[in-house]
């Protein structure tokens, strides 16, 4: 992999190239932004270069031209990869999950590509309701590979995905390897919500923050790897907001977003018609989805709330919605306005906020689902 599989992020990409020539790495980087927006993507590309380097021409070294050859199937010996974990019922107690424990599941996925979702990610280790993490284990895991020497003789490479994942054990582990780092070692660690993570670990690493994708460059990627028809491509990529991965999610006529849609309106009429009784029906079963997939519905419901507070302004163009959260919004939208939309927007947050720090999902989502019958009314 090389930087131009990253869509749409040519500036990072030649700020990290030049780190290297100026020989002013550091030796941890924090990859920031929204998914989708190749942070990942970033991270593995630069790993890449970082361990088979840019040699050109037709007298590549044997060196080199070995390193790319493991590389193309992600098993080079000096790249790790640190990423959340579940434990699986046929785990012992004693035993902390490491990300060895997925080593197989983790290669199908990557081998893939470099974007993909938390979702993907759980349904790759067959996850049900838990909620992935990295654990104290995996930190010692990490620390004792990295203690060895390169195997090559150059960098050594740890790519920590989500480390807003770890538990207080194993950020306080990475905080010591961090501040103590193995003899050419880079870490590289992809995060989406870097206020989780130590302010400790945060001042050791240098950020790098990953602006959304240009619309244009979300546009032509679409033509040139998926082979949409232009007028196809430019109504996807402005939806998108910039997230590769939401565009791909586009492409797909089952994709969860329509799920939530379905579960927004059904909200939405059932506060309206103010039924108690399918209130509580409504919660329990979105509670069956599972933390990470609740989460990530609300995430979705705040975004909706915006949509339809932009859609009274009558300005296609401060719109970005499918066909079908357009068709919805042209009766909803009047009930989201001056008066309820902040309020409206941070019980959504909250509660996913709450879901997230293990609370009761039926009894967050069910008592959300009362205060909005509240909400609504407010004019």
Not at 71 to 84: G, I, K, M, T, V
Not at 131 to 152: C, F, M, Y
Not at 351 to 368: F, W
Request: net charge neutral; proline share 3%.
């Amino acid at each position: 992999m090389d930087f131009s599989d990253v869509i749409g992020q040519d500036a990072v990409s030649s700020r990290l190239v030049q780190m290297v020539k100026e020989d002013r790495l550091p030796h941890a980087l924090l990859f920031c932004g929204p998914e989708g927006t190749g942070k990942m993507a970033l991270a593995m590309a630069f790993g890449c270069y970082l361990l088979a380097g840019d040699e050109a021409g037709d007298t590549v070294p044997t060196s080199v031209s070995n390193a790319r050859a493991m590389l193309r199937q992600w098993e080079h010996p000096d790249l790790h990869f640190s990423y959340p974990t579940i434990k699986l019922p046929g785990m012992s107690s004693e035993h902390q999950p490491v990300s060895s424990d997925f080593a197989k599941e983790w290669h199908a996925l990557i081998m893939q590509g470099a974007y993909f979702t938390m979702n993907q990610w759980m349904k790759q280790m067959g996850a049900t309701t838990q909620q992935a993490i990295i654990t104290g284990a995996e930190s010692d895991e990490l620390a004792r590979v990295l203690a060895l020497k390169s195997s090559q003789g150059g960098y050594k490479v740890a790519i920590i995905w989500r480390p807003e994942r770890m538990n207080l054990t194993s950020a306080n582990k990475l905080l010591k390897l961090l501040e103590e780092p193995p003899q050419g070692t880079v870490f590289l660690m992809v995060s989406e919500e870097p206020e989780k993570l130590l302010e400790t670990i945060v001042s050791r690493t240098q950020r790098i923050d990953v602006k959304r994708i240009d619309d244009e460059a979300v546009e032509q990627a679409l033509i040139a790897r998926r082979g949409i028809d232009a007028d196809a491509a430019h109504r996807i990529a402005r939806i998108a907001h910039g997230s590769w991965l939401k565009a791909l999610e586009s492409l797909d006529t089952g994709n969860e977003s329509r799920e939530f849609l379905n579960m927004f309106q059904m909200l939405m009429r059932l506060c309206y018609l103010r039924n108690v009784k399918d209130l509580k029906r409504w919660s329990e079963v979105t509670a069956g989805y599972g933390r990470e997939k609740e989460r990530r519905m609300l995430v979705y419901f705040q975004q909706q709330v915006r949509e339809n507070f932009m859609f009274n302004f009558r300005n296609p163009e401060l719109n970005y919605m499918t066909l079908e959260e357009e068709n919805f919004a042209k009766n909803f939208a009047r009930f989201i306005n001056e008066a309820n939309v902040i309020e409206i927007n941070e019980l959504f947050q909250r509660a996913g906020r709450d879901i997230g720090q293990n609370a009761n999902a039926k009894i967050v989502l069910y008592d959300m689902a009362l205060k909005l019958i509240v909400l609504l009314l407010k004019k």
